[in-house]
């Protein structure tokens, strides 16, 4: 349950948030009287201007034919500009054929494995990244029919109601962290599973 707990925050983007003038007011309630967050602010704007000027012409042509990229620059918003750039530099569509991608993708998330001696916040920080890229390439994880009917079966909802991406998620970032440190838990992962 932590790892489900885990990949549903962070991959919920829950946090500091500049969209619409300033940051989320669910997580700072006091924020407009917090100098803290008014420096906040104002780093997000600077760094809009120093990542701008770091693109090339033709990155900065890609970006300014964005959708998203009107309100970014008004707002000069740094975190929307990096989002924008993500989505740029991650589109394969024009490079490549899209099944082709997504394949190549899928094929590198499910061999990411956590070495010797990276920690846990390092790896998941790689195997998060590609599971973003695979989405951004319009890719899914956990709709392999057999999954989604035992993610069905085993919470007892219908077919149309749940989502095994999360399930699936877990299983590879399970299978892929270090034997070493953690082959004691994924066996006795599967010897509970085996024995229900």
């Known amino acids: 349950m932590l790892i489900k707990a885990v990949l549903v925050d962070l991959a919920s983007g829950s946090g500091p948030s500049p969209a619409g003038g300033g940051m989320n007011k669910k997580f700072y309630p006091n924020a407009t009287t917090n100098r803290n967050f008014q420096g906040a602010c104002e780093q997000i704007q600077q760094m809009y201007s120093i990542v701008l000027g770091q693109c090339t012409d033709a990155m900065i042509a ?45 094929r590198h998330l499910f061999s990411i494995k956590q070495s010797q001696h990276e920690t846990v916040t390092h790896y998941y920080e790689r195997f998060h990244n590609a599971v973003q890229v695979l989405e951004q390439c319009g ?54 599973f085996t024995n229900v």
């Open 62 to 106: 890609r970006i300014e034919a964005h959708m998203d990229y009107p309100t970014t620059s008004e707002k000069s918003d740094g975190v929307a500009l990096l989002k924008i750039i993500k989505s740029v530099s991650f589109y394969f569509h024009d490079q490549k054929y899209a099944p082709q991608s997504i394949h190549e993708q899928k």
């Open 139 to 192: 890719g899914t994880i956990g709709t392999d029919p057999g999954v989604v009917q035992l993610v069905c079966t085993n919470l007892r909802l219908s077919v149309s109601t749940t989502d095994p991406d999360e399930y699936t998620m877990a299983v590879a970032f399970l299978l892929g962290a270090d034997p070493a440190r953690f082959g004691t838990m994924m066996r006795e992962y599967e010897n509970a």
